[in-house]
């Protein structure tokens, strides 16, 4: 009953949306236009924008200015958006994004902005061969083509968390990404798929002769979502949420995944926390590929001497302290190790070491989640999962029990979700 819609000619394969709380706005991106909506009444549309490109992603740079992407018949292009009152115009300085945006729609890619530095990951060719992390704009640096780094990931989500607030050790920012890829790790029949987390330095500016103008802080651990007593892995991730608490330390990743294998229709829900991501990264074994006799490559976790300061860390009050101010002066040797294991041998666990919330009979597509204050005046995270059916449901983890408290049908046929978006303030 208090569903607003909006529905209009013009509106066909919308592909991104983006909540500005500030100008109480919705941007809608899809094929050839971008709207701009009432976040009061969605139903009321403010401005529109005509352009010849399939809109994959806006960005918000500020109130007044938006970083739009699409791919623009298999030529990748970027350009700014321009607000003026209830006119939007793009600001016609549209540059090759290769790298940037997708070649095409049904790609997965995951990107965000950061005081001017765009972090995009997505593929920069267009059989979709050259899997890429990049940072464009200042400082271009990208990851290596190689398996070893990437091996035909499916990417889900990439968030920055400001790890260098109120932070004892000097340490820098982080760009976390959320993914899936065929594992390199495990000897199989079959092409066993994993979900990844990988993490790479916000200030890492390349290597001075190994890896140069490629990131030198590119780590990746699995992400494990099962039931450890039933060896029942839920191994790709379908879709990220990260609640941001006021300090950096207190906030979680909360992920959706699903089963490679088996006939069941079961979803699960599982939420990472900072300190244990941390752990992995910063304390773990690396593992790295080796060549065993006539055999071909196995993995193996590094037991030898690990270089100094650690390969893969940001360049922290440690780091200085040897005379180490960018990534440009690591020395030659940690550059070698990390180019070599950038696997961890440890996976990040999820809290409780279990699923949160396991559904049989939906397949959930995304997820976001609120804190909320109680009439008890506890505080609980509250999630809303959407379904491949376009059912959106609620739920909330108490007493060490999830329950399900709300279903709600958004669309009259069953269709999949494919955005949501949270109003915090409303």
């Given at each position: 009953?208090?569903?607003?819609?909006?529905?209009t000619?013009?509106?066909?394969?919308?592909?991104?949306?983006?909540?500005?709380?500030?100008?109480?706005?919705?941007?809608v991106?899809?094929?050839?236009?971008?709207?701009a909506?009432?976040?009061?009444?969605?139903?009321?549309?403010?401005?529109?924008?005509?352009?010849?490109?399939?809109?994959?992603?806006?960005?918000?740079?500020?109130?007044?200015?938006?970083?739009?992407?699409?791919?623009?018949?298999?030529?990748?292009?970027?350009?700014?958006?321009?607000?003026?009152?209830?006119?939007?115009?793009?600001?016609?300085?549209?540059?090759?994004?290769?790298?940037?945006?997708?070649f095409?729609?049904?790609?997965?890619?995951?990107?965000?902005?950061?005081?001017?530095?765009?972090?995009?990951?997505?593929?920069?060719?267009?059989?979709?061969?050259e899997?890429?992390?990049?940072?464009?704009?200042?400082?271009?640096?990208?990851?290596?083509?190689?398996?070893?780094?990437?091996n035909?990931?499916?990417?889900?989500?990439?968030?920055i968390?400001?790890e260098?607030?109120s932070?004892?050790?000097?340490?820098?920012?982080?760009?976390?990404?959320?993914?899936?890829?065929?594992?390199?790790?495990?000897?199989?029949?079959?092409?066993?798929?994993?979900?990844?987390?990988?993490?790479?330095?916000?200030?890492?500016?390349?290597?001075?002769r190994?890896?140069?103008?490629?990131?030198?802080?590119?780590?990746?651990?699995?992400?494990?979502?099962s039931?450890?007593?039933?060896?029942?892995?839920?191994?790709?991730?379908q879709?990220?949420?990260?609640?941001?608490?006021?300090?950096?330390?207190?906030?979680?990743?909360?992920?959706?995944?699903?089963?490679?294998?088996?006939r069941?229709?079961?979803?699960?829900?599982?939420?990472?926390?900072?300190?244990?991501?941390?752990?992995?990264?910063?304390?773990?074994?690396?593992?790295?590929?080796?060549?065993?006799g006539?055999?071909?490559?196995?993995?193996?976790?590094?037991?030898?001497?690990?270089?100094v300061?650690?390969?893969?860390?940001?360049?922290?009050?440690f780091?200085?302290?040897?005379?180490?101010?960018?990534s440009?002066?690591?020395?030659?040797?940690?550059?070698?190790?990390v180019?070599?294991?950038?696997?961890?041998?440890?996976?990040?666990?999820?809290m409780?070491?279990?699923?949160?919330?396991?559904?049989?009979?939906?397949?959930?597509t995304?997820?976001?989640?609120?804190?909320?204050?109680?009439?008890?005046?506890?505080?609980?995270?509250?999630?809303?999962?959407?379904?491949?059916?376009?059912?959106?449901?609620?739920?909330?983890?108490?007493?060490?029990?999830?329950f399900?408290?709300?279903?709600?049908?958004?669309?009259?046929?069953?269709?999949?979700?494919?955005?949501?978006?949270?109003?915090?303030?409303?």
């Amino acid at each position: 009953g208090n569903v607003n819609t909006f529905m209009t000619e013009g509106l066909s394969n919308v592909s991104t949306l983006l909540v500005n709380e500030e100008t109480n706005t919705l941007f809608v991106g899809g094929r050839d236009t971008v709207f701009a909506l009432d976040l009061n009444n969605i139903s009321r549309e403010v401005a529109r924008m005509r352009c010849q490109n399939y809109i994959l992603f806006i960005h918000k740079i500020n109130d007044s200015d938006l970083y739009v992407c699409g791919t623009n018949a298999y030529h990748p292009a970027c350009d700014h958006m321009i607000i003026h009152g209830t006119n939007l115009s793009l600001q016609g300085r549209a540059e090759e994004s290769r790298g940037k945006c997708p070649f095409e729609p049904t790609l997965k890619y995951a990107s965000v902005f950061v005081d001017g530095e765009f972090y995009s990951a997505t593929s920069n060719n267009f059989l979709g061969t050259e899997p890429i992390i990049l940072r464009s704009m200042r400082n271009p640096v990208r990851t290596e083509f190689t398996t070893w780094w990437l091996n035909e990931p499916s990417f889900v989500n990439m968030e920055i968390v400001h790890e260098s607030e109120s932070n004892p050790r000097g340490d820098d920012d982080k760009i976390y990404v959320f993914f899936t890829e065929t594992a390199v790790e495990f000897e199989f029949y079959d092409k066993p798929l994993v979900s990844r987390i990988a993490r790479i330095c916000r200030g890492d500016v390349g290597g001075k002769r190994l890896l140069q103008r490629r990131w030198t802080s590119f780590l990746k651990s699995r992400l494990s979502c099962s039931l450890p007593e039933l060896s029942f892995h839920f191994n790709i991730v379908q879709d990220i949420f990260f609640l941001r608490r006021r300090k950096w330390q207190d906030s979680i990743f909360y992920g959706i995944f699903s089963q490679q294998w088996g006939r069941l229709e079961i979803s699960a829900v599982c939420a990472y926390s900072m300190k244990d991501i941390q752990e992995v990264f910063s304390k773990g074994s690396y593992k790295g590929p080796v060549t065993v006799g006539h055999f071909p490559v196995k993995w193996m976790v590094y037991r030898g001497e690990v270089p100094v300061p650690r390969p893969g860390a940001c360049i922290d009050n440690f780091a200085r302290s040897l005379g180490y101010n960018t990534s440009s002066d690591l020395p030659d040797k940690v550059l070698q190790f990390v180019r070599d294991h950038p696997l961890m041998d440890n996976s990040v666990n999820p809290m409780g070491n279990r699923p949160l919330l396991l559904k049989r009979g939906s397949n959930y597509t995304k997820i976001v989640v609120d804190r909320v204050t109680g009439l008890d005046k506890q505080t609980y995270d509250v999630m809303f999962l959407g379904t491949d059916a376009g059912y959106l449901h609620k739920a909330f983890h108490c007493d060490g029990e999830t329950f399900i408290v709300e279903e709600l049908q958004l669309f009259g046929s069953p269709e999949p979700i494919q955005s949501l978006q949270l109003s915090a303030e409303k």
